[in-house]
């Protein structure tokens, strides 16, 4: 699963390439993928206030004082 600060990644790339693009559709569609990505990204993040074990952005040694 996707972390939160790579949902917001890809957020701010469809914002990027709505700027480039002209007023329309494509400009509107691109924006409404950025706010998609940014709520995935906010879900995200609660989901991982309330289960931090499904923190993939955790590496599995580093929650670990046990040497290996």
Do not use: F
């Not at 699963?1 to 917001?8: H, W």
């Not at 409404?32 to 993040?45: C, I, K, P």
């Amino acid at each position: 699963m996707k972390t939160a600060a790579e949902y917001r990644k890809h957020a701010e790339e469809c914002r990027v390439l709505a700027k480039q693009v002209s007023e329309g559709e494509q400009r509107n569609q691109l924006l409404e993928m950025a706010r998609t990505w940014d709520n995935l990204a906010t879900d995200r993040e609660k989901l991982v206030r309330n289960h931090p074990e499904l923190d993939t952005a955790i590496k599995p040694d580093q929650g670990s004082s046990t040497p290996k």
